[in-house]
């Protein structure tokens, strides 16, 4: 049974950061590619970013430059530090193991408001 769990959620002001964090249980996480996701009120889940086994990274054209992605399969860790962070910004973030199947987190709030 894979589980996902995110964590490092909360509220911050403008232009202000955050690092989230993704906890796997899968057995065979170093070979997933694995992201983020994100879906604010009334809008459907979008991909945030992404990246393989192999540590490449794809990131939406809205957080370029201010998103990193990162992963420690040794733990199996996947990391969202989010930097520069705007009201748009604001989300429930899902961590997400690329399948088939897929496999997702609870989600965690990021609310970006002063």
């Known amino acids: 049974q894979v589980q996902l769990v995110e964590s490092g959620g909360g509220l911050v002001q403008p232009g202000g950061s955050l690092r989230l964090s993704c906890a796997a249980s899968?057995?065979?996480?170093?070979?997933?590619?694995t992201g983020w996701y994100r879906q604010a009120p009334g809008k459907q889940r979008e991909l945030v970013a992404r990246?393989?086994?192999?540590?490449?990274?794809y990131y939406t054209d809205s957080v370029k430059g201010r998103f990193t992605i990162s992963r420690e399969n040794d733990k199996k860790m996947v990391y969202l530090q989010m930097n520069s962070l705007k009201p748009e910004d604001t989300a429930v973030y899902y961590c997400?193991?690329?399948?088939?199947?897929?496999?997702w987190g609870q989600g965690t709030q990021v609310t970006v408001s002063s």
């Open positions: 899968a057995r065979l996480f170093n070979f997933y590619v």
């Open positions: 990246i393989t086994a192999g540590g490449s990274a």
């Open positions: 997400n193991l690329h399948g088939p199947p897929d496999y």
